[in-house]
């Protein structure tokens, strides 16, 4: 409270009690620290009460569950009608490995699929190319072609199971691939639902699986949502991601703020090439990271909705309700995790995952905990989903709406939260938008800079990580059974490849390949181009080679 | 990203004359974008009067070495998030050999099961820092470790 309105008998009488009662407990036992602060380095106060939200309109602010601006949730009910969707996200080894964890899952309650795919197929390379070389199947599954994606959802249904395919450079070369497989099942593309997460920007900003420039980039982006839009309207073309911001070192704000503004750079590029606002964005959804610092997150969740809601309104005049719903999935902080003492990471997962549910996630996958030493193990994935169902059906908290909301301490974190957001979003308006920032280099100055501060805050112990720089156990005797990926999986890869090339009508290959590039140099979609390769058995990698000429590739520059 | 280029940002160490620093080149071989790491150990060593190149992302083996010899480093530290480094690893020691780079050292870092730590060392990586290991400690090793004459006296 840096003023004291005397005329305010709240203040005044915060004021009487600092004097009566706070002052002489901190005489007779002084705080541990000097200053209390979240994971994020931003400083919290000491009491919250009605004196830190002044001018607290409950209607503006807040609103009800289900209608703007969406603080409370998007949902009149709450998880009371619909809880959220337990989605794993899993992938390893080859199509026929993954096939069978993901049959796993479904029996055993999970209620959507999440692809992860492994570091060549993120990076738009086959699984023979010399770049694949120790990589294959490692991170995820390999996919090169349309024959491994046929394999990959053998048995599953995809007009059924919503799928969320994590993918960003080459995603609408897998897009393409998903859907072709969806026709082969005799699936109406009407009626398939899930999710790519199709996020370049973040890609330049974090995560650094990148193939060509921004620019065009965005335009394969813009194809993607055009025609997703039109072709199957209950899929998701792209998931704005924070997530991989938060991994990569930013705090909970940056993470906040740089996904909504690569959500409003996706938005205006969509309208640039003439689509009209309501048509899309409803299927924009977005992706958050839940970290350990509990009421930061919440307050994150509860701001965004806030802050896309004035966006859409104020900034595109959007008309539709639809437009203005934020949706969001969930992952718990795998960059919180600790190989030291593995099984504490169950008790991290488990405070992270509720404050996803607390924020009124949609979706939301939780960690297994030997994810800092390798893949998850079957019994590990288990033990994560758990959690969730544990959350879900014993916690008592989904049985109101909002169940923080009007807490003095929330609302204020949830207004610094919005008026941070859009501080940077002013800052990111002067660069020209967040391509030129990305650019310009600025969102990873800020990033490195912040994780370079919270390192420091660890190693001189401001910040406790429990079994890592206090609590620590000198002998760990600790066995795990750790998900082992062999090379054999890159030598099945490659007698599936070479078979492929074998059997293929490589004429027609060649000539939808040659439609790509063709397409690409003009406006055309690229999107019905990509479906003509992939029913051809072009692989992922000589579609990602057509564009290259064409679009160039991206050179990180130094920052 | 070129090979071997300096980081803009590197501070000038009033205390050393250049020629008297520690030489690292931090890399990053594999396809892994992961580089929050290698990006805080690179400060890091700043900090604590190193000279760092750091590659950038996605160099093979053969551009590692290359830019080792080119920058006449002391010390290599590698950083693999992928699961890669029984591939990788090895190869870079490999090629460091055959170029007669016998003695620079070779570090590594990342997601690295610890029963694949002793393979590594008897490939000759000296040694390997896992999650949670102190940016103080990697400093220590290095200074302990590196060839440099004045490396002894810090």
């Known amino acids: ?559 | 990203m070129s090979v071997g280029r300096r980081n803009g940002f590197q501070k000038e160490i009033e205390t050393m004359a250049p020629d008297e620093r520690i030489r690292v080149l931090l890399a990053k071989p594999g396809l892994d974008g992961h580089d929050r790491g290698v990006k805080v150990i690179a400060r890091a060593l700043r900090d604590a009067g190193m000279e760092v190149i750091y590659t950038g992302l996605r160099q093979t083996p053969e551009q590692v070495v290359a830019a080792a010899v080119q920058e006449d480093v002391d010390a290599i530290g590698l950083s693999i998030l992928s699961g890669a480094h029984m591939t990788l690893f090895p190869r870079v020691v490999e090629l460091a050999r055959e170029e007669g780079l016998d003695d620079v050292i070779i570090f590594g870092g990342g997601i690295i099961p610890d029963e694949d730590i002793p393979r590594l060392k008897e490939q000759g990586v000296t040694e390997v820092f896992t999650p949670g290991a102190r940016m103080e400690d990697i400093i220590q090793f290095i200074k302990k470790n590196a060839r440099h004459d004045v490396a002894a006296q810090q």
């Open chain 1, 1 to 559: 409270m840096s003023t004291i309105d005397v005329t305010n008998p709240l203040q005044e009488a915060e004021r009487e009690w600092e004097e009566r009662t706070l002052e002489p407990a901190l005489k007779k036992s002084p705080e541990l620290k000097k200053t209390f602060s979240t994971v994020s380095l931003t400083p919290i106060e000491r009491l919250y009460t009605p004196n830190s939200v002044p001018g607290f309109e409950y209607e503006t602010e807040l609103g009800f569950p289900g209608e703007p601006p969406y603080t409370r949730g998007i949902h009149a009910t709450g998880y009371r009608g619909k809880l959220w969707t337990m989605r794993q996200f899993a992938g390893f080894g080859s199509a026929f490995d993954t096939n069978q964890r993901f049959k796993y899952l479904l029996e055993h309650g999970q209620t959507g699929l999440s692809v992860a795919f492994d570091l060549p197929t993120l990076m738009g390379y086959d699984s023979d190319h010399p770049f694949s070389e120790g990589e294959v199947g490692k991170c995820g599954v390999a996919i090169s072609s349309l024959a491994d994606m046929e394999v990959l959802f053998d048995g599953i249904p995809l007009e059924q199971v919503t799928t969320s395919m994590t993918i960003n450079a080459p995603a609408s070369m897998i897009l393409a691939m998903f859907l072709a497989t969806a026709e082969r099942q005799g699936a109406d593309w009407k009626k398939v639902g899930g999710t790519l997460q199709n996020d370049i920007l973040k890609e330049y900003i974090a995560q650094k699986e990148w193939i060509y420039p921004p620019r065009p980039s965005m335009r394969l982006i813009t194809d993607t949502i055009e025609f997703c839009t039109r072709e199957v309207p209950r899929f998701n073309p792209i998931s704005i991601s924070g997530y991989h911001i938060r991994e990569a070192g930013s705090t909970a704000l940056q993470e906040l703020a740089f996904t909504l503004r690569d959500g409003i750079e996706y938005v205006q590029y969509a309208i640039n090439a003439g689509m009209d606002v309501d048509d899309f964005v409803p299927r924009l959804s977005f992706f958050f990271n839940a970290h350990n610092d509990f009421f930061e997150e919440i307050a994150k969740y509860r701001a965004a909705r806030r802050i896309w809601h004035r966006v859409m309104t104020e900034r595109f005049g959007a008309k539709n309700p639809r437009s203005w719903m934020l949706r969001f999935h969930t992952q718990t902080a795998g960059v919180s995790l600790t190989a030291q003492q593995p099984l504490n990471n169950i008790v991290r997962v488990a405070i992270q995952a509720l404050a996803g549910v607390l924020g009124g996630t949609q979706s939301l996958h939780t960690d297994a905990y030997d994810e800092a030493l390798a893949l998850p193990s079957d019994e590990a994935a288990l033990i994560a989903l758990r959690t969730q169902q544990i959350i879900a059906h014993e916690s008592g908290v989904t049985n109101t709406v909002d169940p923080l909301g009007g807490s003095y301490f929330l609302e204020k974190l949830t207004r610094d939260m919005e008026d941070g957001t859009f501080e940077y979003f002013r800052k990111i308006d002067d660069f020209g938008g967040m391509v030129e920032a990305i650019e310009a280099g600025f969102p990873q100055r800020e990033m490195q800079d912040a994780s370079y501060e919270f390192q420091k805050a660890v190693e001189c112990g401001d910040k406790i990580i429990v079994g890592v720089n206090d609590y620590v156990m000198q002998e760990e005797t600790m066995e795990l059974p750790l998900l082992q990926i062999n090379e054999s999986v890159a030598m099945l890869q490659e007698e599936r490849l070479q078979k492929l090339r074998s059997e293929r009508n490589n004429e027609l290959v060649a000539r939808t390949l040659k439609k790509l590039a063709d397409g690409a140099s003009s406006k055309e979609n690229t999107m019905p181009l990509l479906l003509e390769c992939v029913r051809a058995y072009a692989t992922l990698g000589e579609m990602c080679d057509a564009l290259r000429p064409v679009f160039g590739e991206y050179q990180e520059p130094a920052f």
